[in-house]
């Protein structure tokens, strides 16, 4: 192979690399450079983390990215929760950040990842994340003796951005009670993931209103 190819290579998965941690873009139609990516990721993280807009019920400063617990769970169930926590699809990616925030219920968490997309991949991105969540029925951990067994339904949310899916997980988490929900909204090139957690239970209406706040921004 010739040492021009090897490098080319060499940098492909080099910026991947930092792709994966919301710093740069990779390959792909249309993508941007790493300055212009990290550019943009910058841009974001600053719109996601302004205080002033969050919802009655939480609190700043943003946090870091959401930590999925569920990191062990099936491909397709993994895919609906990656957005959030600041790895979003990669194709045609040009920039993304993830932050999180402190609800003022005891455990409860709002986590928001926005990604920006060249060539209309958002549109795709979102098809491809309902189809895997239509092939996540239940989620389960590693250990199918570990307490963990959460069932997804539907959720029923009102009209956000151009178009948004979004499901309700509901059972154990390492045999403690656990709910989660999640939303996916794309605002033209933008594609937004939110997930509110909390022990037990959540109150769909404060998911609402997150939701309703981090889809203002991605206007």
């Known amino acids: 192979m010739a040492l021009t190819s090897r490098a080319g290579i060499i940098g492909m998965a080099v910026a991947c690399g930092l792709l994966a941690a919301g710093l740069t873009g990779c390959g792909g139609q249309g993508t941007v450079s790493d300055a212009e990516a990290r550019r943009q990721s910058l841009e974001l993280k600053a719109l996601l983390s302004q205080e002033r807009l969050l919802p009655d019920g939480f609190s700043g400063p943003a946090r870091e990215a959401w ?19 600041g790895h979003p699809p990669l194709r045609a990616l040009e920039g993304n950040a993830a932050v999180s925030f402190q609800g003022d219920v005891l455990g409860e968490l709002a986590a928001v990842g ?9 549109e795709g991105h979102l098809e491809d994340m309902g189809r895997a969540m239509d092939s996540c029925p ?17 959720l029923a949310l009102p009209t956000l951005g151009d178009e948004a899916v979004s499901r309700q997980l509901r059972g154990r988490l390492n045999g403690y009670p656990y709910a989660l929900d999640l939303v996916l909204v794309r605002q033209g090139d933008r594609l937004l993931s939110l997930v509110h957690t909390g022990l037990g239970t ?17 206007r």
């Open 67 to 85: 930590q999925s617990p569920l990191a062990k769970a099936s491909s397709d169930c993994r895919a609906v929760l990656d957005a959030a926590t």
């Open 114 to 122: 926005m990604a920006v997309y060249a060539g209309g991949e958002a």
């Open 138 to 154: 239940t989620l389960r951990g590693a250990d199918s003796t570990g307490g963990t067994r959460l069932r997804l339904s539907e």
């Open 202 to 218: 959540v109150d769909v209406r404060r998911t609402v209103e997150l939701a309703r706040a981090f889809a203002d921004m991605a």
